[in-house]
T-cell receptor
Framework: AQSVTQLGSHVSVSEGALVLLRCNYSSSVPPYLFWYVQYPNQGLQLLLKYTSAATLVKGINGFEAEFKKSETSFHLTKPSAHMSDAAEYFCAVSRWGGSQGNLIFGKGTKLSVKP | DAGVTQSPTHLIKTRGQQVTLRCSPKSGHDTVSWYQQALGQGPQFIFQYYEEEERQRGNFPDRFSGHQFPNYSSELNVNALLLGDSALYLC???????????FGPGTRLTVL
């Protein structure tokens, strides 16, 4: 069965610092992995996705994630944090892989950015 | 392109009542999924509709039911509301054969 674990419910960084949000997955099939961002009182916006192509995936707003099969990880990074990055971030795995799988989400990591 | 839209934005109900939430998918999408997001939690999958039929279902009781219309829009119905049903309900649309889901802004349901 597929599952996702996000390490750290709350991460705080200074503006301009590296952002690293951790996600580990468990999947019985080759996984499709996603990172979503949620701003207060809003829905989820897709940041990036891994669908078995390149292991380093670039997304919107300067974020990227690297798929590491040996570590079953899909950590999200951004070289330099901006105040506007403050939000909640969710890692998700497609339940059965491929097109029809519904998403299984982690519990989320709230990112705070200090001036 | 309006994206995924949901109505209403907020809703307050009392225990035992019934509620209907609505979703219009992104233009060109034919698949609608519903998720429940409790406060401080990640979204949990309720069910998915494709070709007007429920194709997948998560671990939710039969009090949760849905419908998809010929224009691909969808409704989520919850009967006999419980306090624990208070949550943000998110609708996501996608195109069958594509794994990318686009989310709406959600409906905030409060059960008193």
């Amino acid at each position: 069965a597929q599952s996702v674990t996000q390490l750290g419910s709350h991460v705080s960084v200074s503006e301009g610092a590296l952002v690293l949000l951790r996600c580990n997955y468990s999947s019985s099939v080759p996984p499709y992995l996603f990172w979503y961002v949620q701003y207060p009182n809003q829905g989820l916006q897709l940041l990036l996705k891994y669908t078995s192509a390149a292991t380093l995936v670039k997304g919107i707003n300067g974020f990227e994630a690297e798929f590491k099969k040996s570590e079953t990880s899909f950590h999200l990074t951004k070289p330099s944090a901006h105040m506007s990055d403050a939000a909640e971030y969710f890692c998700a795995v497609s339940r059965w892989g491929g097109s029809q799988g519904n998403l299984i989400f982690g519990k989320g990591t709230k990112l705070s950015v200090k001036p | 392109d309006a994206g995924v839209t949901q109505s209403p934005t907020h809703l307050i109900k009392t225990r035992g009542q019934q509620v209907t939430l609505r979703c219009s998918p992104k233009s060109g999408h034919d698949t609608v999924s519903w998720y429940q997001q409790a406060l401080g939690q990640g979204p949990q999958f309720i069910f998915q509709y494709y070709e007007e039929e429920e194709r997948q279902r998560g671990n939710f009781p039969d009090r949760f039911s849905g419908h998809q219309f010929p224009n691909y829009s969808s409704e989520l119905n919850v009967n006999a509301l419980l306090l624990g049903d208070s949550a943000l309900y998110l609708c996501a649309s996608s195109l069958d054969g594509n794994n990318e889901q686009f989310f709406g802004p959600g409906t905030r349901l409060t059960v008193l």
